[in-house]
Every structure is written in structure tokens, then in C-alpha cells.
């Protein structure tokens, strides 16, 4: 085994033999008159398995440990299948250059070893030198391990444009939110280092800088990029304090700990595009003890709503699939698939907060102390009262985030009501909804699990408590769930705008039961039969 000479980290394995699977002759890889060698090495960052012979300058095989796997077969054979590796000119100018090679070892020994060493060299982070300003890291990234390549594609390519930027930037309650939070808290910013986690075009930077930082490094893992620097550099006196990085924050270096860290990692519910986990991420590699976050707190609010319109909405776009004739064609079949498939997507639009059945609950989720994992799964148990007599379509859902500055704390809201945000509201809808009175207790869940297109899988579930006689044992009376795709959303922005509050309406005001006439035939039995069954309790 070789040790590590300056910023070249290597180690060797003499093997029996090496060859390759699809060889009809399995000869071998190297020449078989020289040792077999198999060296994993990190040069300049890029962590690889070579199979060659001793004497060669230029090795016949090498493996992409990132995606590469290996097989036990035997006490001393295995199996290495080398997906994405560099083999041969005329392999690489194939669309797929996938192989597989069986290798001999002396020795168990020699084979358990082996094996040992392949699992940390494709697993653990690889420690280097300081690296320059903006290189990669020679850990394996998070961020790949956990996204799908395809998914993290079109999210780069989306970010990567200007048209997208200008729409965020064009979002004023945001963008100036941001601004105010920086330049009324210079006290944090000035002479202080500063990282701007996912920088995009560079405009949080450029603010950090305007309240005097000492620097700051923009790390952007899109095209965005080249867009940024031309910013930066259009704006000399700001942007000789400003340097941009491209890469992500899970791979990329840093010359230095930031005492304070901004970023805009917020989606839609705030955790949409898992990008707080990116920043989770940057704060702990870059961020110094005790330092900064802007923003520092999120709170997911919930409320469940009274939408008759809405939920008529949907409903109707699966009547479609009632036609018994279309075409010579039958296709109700597929009618209950598609009623069920309209209500898998949230739905995202402003309302009017008057829709709200009752006051709303809050959870929190503190960025300066959260884990990574913690947001892989987050489950939230949900307790209302109904304030007025009238039917439950859901759950709306809405956030704020806190910069709580050492000068002054400002909030970023995106409540219904208040001024609206490219982020909307968010309300899942039930495809069977509650009916509640005025005092009513209303529990559930809301659990979200993460997924690999870098959004979440959300499960509601809303129930309502017996009412009347025998509400003291606790029986539940009604329960109605919804599973959607947090990825798959429903923009409803054609919708009009909510009202704004007039100065003395009450926050919670509700939508009466009288303000909805609404016909609709598309209700189920059981829904007439616990109408009905309501209306009795209300007389008795």
C-alpha cells in the first residue's frame, strides 16, 4: 500500500488476475506477463479505482467509484461493475459504457481487504489539501446520492435562466424583505465574512456587500453563474468584495469560515425543492460556531378552509371520463381514477384568508439547529376548533420565515391576506369533506416524506370528533384523507386575487354556510347520508 504524497492519495492491491465479462476469451485486462495492480486514488479531487500493471504509465481500466459496485463471488473472486468509466476511446464515443470484470485475489486476506477498502473509498470523504477558492471537494456529494440525476438537471437548467430570475426578483415582498433585513441589521454584515448559499444571479451578495461586508462568496451550482459575475462586475465597488463559486455547497471549498450565512431557500410550503437541506448543509461545513442565518426560523402554518367553488372545480374536471360515448368509446372505467388523480395535486393560488374554518396552528423548524435528517421526514399532528357550522375541503397551508437580526427582526410572510408572493398558498383538498360545527374539535395529520425529485409525498389526514350526546367517550365521527405530490402542483392563477383585509375585519373572519349556493351532483351517498345525519344532531 502506498501512502499520500501532497495533494495524490493512494493505495494498492496486487491481484491474481483481472478480466473482463464480456471478453468471449476472458482474457485479461493488463498483460499477464506483469503484476496485476489495483490502485484507488484521489488526484486533484477525483476519487477512482484503476486496474493496470505496474509498468504502465497510462492504467487499461478506470472506475468511476462513485457508481461502481462490487460483488462477492467467492473467498477470493469477485465481480466490479464499472458503470460510467473510462475504458477506451472508441468505449467512450458509445452512448453506454458500462462493464464488468471478475477479479482473482491470491488470498482471502488480500480479498477482505480489498472489498474493505473499496467501501471506504467509495463512501467516506476523502481529506485534502486546502483547495483554491471554488474547487470541488473530493467528498461524495449529498446532494447526488439523494437526487435523481434527471430531477437535478432541470432544476439547474431552471435556475439557470434569467427569465426565472427576474420573476423572483420581480417578486417585491421578497426582494425587499431581503434588502431590509440586511441593511437594517449592518451591525451583523459589517467587516464580517458572509456566504450566500445558492446565489443565483447574485443579488443577496451584492446586498451583503452594500451593508459592508468584509466578503462574501457566492456559491451558485447553476449556469447562473456567468450571469452573476456580469452583475458583480457591473458593479465594481461592490463586487471587488464578492466572489463568485460555482458548484454545489456540498462539494465545493471554502478559504475561510463564514461568520454569517443569507440564502433564499425557500419553496412552495417552504420545503419544496428540498433546498434547506442544502443550507442545513453549508452551515455546518462553512458557517463558524454561534454565526448567523439569514433567514434563521421557518413556520409552516396550517388552517383547514371551506372552498365550495374550489372543490366543484376539480371535482368537474373528471367528468370527462363520464362519457359513455366518446368516440364509439366507454370511458367511465377510468372515472374514479381521474376524480382521485385531480385531488393528488395541491393546489397553489391566493385565497381569501375569510375561507379559513379556523384559526391556524404553526409548525417550526429552526434553522440553526435542525439536522439534515430531521427534514427527510416531518410529521405534524394537527388540532382545531371549527369556528363556524360548514364543510371542511381541507387543509391550507402557508409560511414565514424570521431574519432575526442583532439591530431588528423582520419576517417574510406569505399568509393569505397579506401582500401575495411568488410562493402563493398552498391547499390540499379533500376529495371527501367534513362536515363541522361551530365548536367542533378537529384533528389529524400532516406527514411529508421526502423524495429523490427533490420534493416531498404529502399524506393529510382530518378527522372530526363525535357532537352531541356521546362526545364525552371520544368517538371519531367522520375522517377523510388525501395523498399528493408536492412536486405536482395545480396553479390556479387564472383564480381572482384574495380580498384584501379592510381595517377593521378580524383575521379569522369565516365564510358563512349561506355564502355558498352551489349546486353540485357530483357528491357521494355517504356525503348526503352524513349531511343528513348532521342535520339531525343539529335539531335534536
Not at 451593508?211 to 457566492?218: E, F, L, P
Not at 384584501?500 to 355558498?516: A, K, Y
Request: proline fraction near 5%; aromatic fraction near 10%.
Amino acid at each position: 500500500m502506498e501512502a499520500s504524497v501532497g495533494q495524490k492519495l493512494e493505495q494498492e492491491f496486487t491481484l491474481a488476475s483481472v478480466s473482463d465479462i464480456a471478453s468471449s476469451s476472458s482474457a485479461s485486462v493488463v498483460s499477464p506477463s506483469a503484476p496485476v495492480i489495483a490502485r484507488f486514488s484521489s488526484d486533484s479531487g477525483v476519487s477512482q479505482l484503476r486496474f493496470g500493471s505496474d509498468s504502465e504509465a497510462i492504467d487499461a481500466v478506470n472506475v468511476n467509484l462513485r457508481t461502481a459496485k462490487l460483488f462477492k463471488l467467492g473467498s477470493i473472486q469477485s465481480v466490479c461493475i464499472a458503470e460510467g468509466s473510462e475504458i477506451t476511446k472508441e468505449l467512450l464515443d458509445q452512448e453506454s459504457y458500462s462493464r464488468g470484470f471478475n477479479i482473482c485475489f491470491r488470498n482471502i486476506e488480500e480479498s477482505m481487504a480489498f472489498h474493505a477498502a473499496f467501501e471506504q473509498w467509495k463512501t467516506e470523504p476523502v481529506q485534502e489539501m486546502r483547495l483554491p477558492n471554488g474547487a470541488l471537494s473530493t467528498s461524495k456529494s449529498k446532494f447526488d446520492d439523494k437526487i435523481e440525476s434527471s430531477s437535478a438537471k432541470m432544476y439547474f437548467h431552471y435556475y439557470g435562466q434569467l427569465l426565472h430570475q427576474q420573476n423572483m426578483l420581480q417578486d417585491y415582498v421578497r426582494t425587499g424583505t431581503y434588502y431590509a433585513a440586511v441593511i437594517e441589521n449592518r451591525a451583523d454584515f459589517a467587516g464580517r465574512v458572509v456566504v450566500d448559499v445558492g446565489a443565483g444571479s447574485g443579488i443577496l451578495s451584492l446586498f451583503a456587500a452594500q451593508a459592508g461586508a468584509k466578503h462574501v462568496y457566492a456559491v451558485e451550482a447553476s449556469e447562473m453563474t456567468e450571469y452573476a459575475r456580469k452583475l458583480i462586475e457591473g458593479n465594481p465597488s461592490l463586487g471587488q468584495r464578492i466572489t463568485v463559486i460555482k458548484g454545489k455547497v456540498e462539494e465545493v471549498q471554502l478559504p475561510e469560515k463564514a461568520d454569517i450565512m443569507i440564502s433564499e431557500p425557500m419553496g412552495t410550503l417552504l420545503v419544496n425543492e428540498r433546498m434547506l437541506e442544502s443550507y442545513v448543509i453549508a452551515r455546518d461545513r462553512f458557517l463558524v460556531p454561534n454565526g448567523k442565518m439569514f433567514p434563521t426560523i421557518g413556520r409552516i402554518h396550517m388552517a383547514p378552509f371551506s372552498d365550495e367553488y374550489l372543490f366543484v372545480e376539480i371535482a368537474n374536471k373528471a367528468l370527462f371520463w363520464q362519457q359513455e360515448n366518446y368516440y364509439g368509446v366507454d370511458l367511465t372505467p377510468l372515472h374514479g381514477q381521474a376524480f382521485q388523480g385531480y385531488f393528488s395535486q395541491p393546489v397553489v393560488d391566493a385565497f381569501d384568508p375569510r375561507l379559513l374554518v379556523a384559526p391556524a396552528m404553526h409548525h417550526v423548524i429552526d434553522f440553526t439547529q435542525v439536522k439534515e435528517e430531521d427534514l427527510f421526514e416531518i410529521d405534524i399532528p394537527l388540532k382545531f376548533v371549527a369556528s363556524v357550522g360548514t364543510r371542511v375541503h381541507g387543509l391550507a397551508c402557508w409560511f414565514d420565515v424570521l431574519f432575526n437580526g442583532s439591530t431588528v427582526q423582520r419576517w417574510l410572510t406569505t399568509a393569505p391576506g397579506a401582500p401575495t408572493t411568488h410562493w402563493y398558498q398552498l391547499r390540499c383538498v379533500l376529495s371527501q369533506p367534513l362536515y363541522v360545527m361551530a365548536g367542533q374539535e378537529i384533528t389529524g395529520h400532516l406527514h411529508m416524506i421526502a423524495h429523490s425529485a427533490q420534493s416531498y409525498t404529502i399524506y393529510l389526514t382530518l378527522s372530526t370528533k363525535m357532537w352531541g350526546p356521546g362526545a364525552e367517550q371520544g368517538g371519531v365521527f367522520q375522517s377523510s384523507a388525501c395523498k399528493v405530490d408536492l412536486k405536482e402542483p395545480y396553479y390556479r392563477m387564472s383564480q381572482p386575487q384574495p380580498y384584501p383585509l379592510v381595517q377593521d375585519q378580524q383575521p379569522h373572519q369565516l365564510i358563512q354556510p349561506q355564502d355558498i349556493n352551489i349546486q353540485s351532483d357530483i357528491l357521494q351517498s355517504e356525503d348526503l347520508e352524513d349531511r343528513e345525519l348532521l342535520r339531525q344532531q343539529t335539531l335534536s
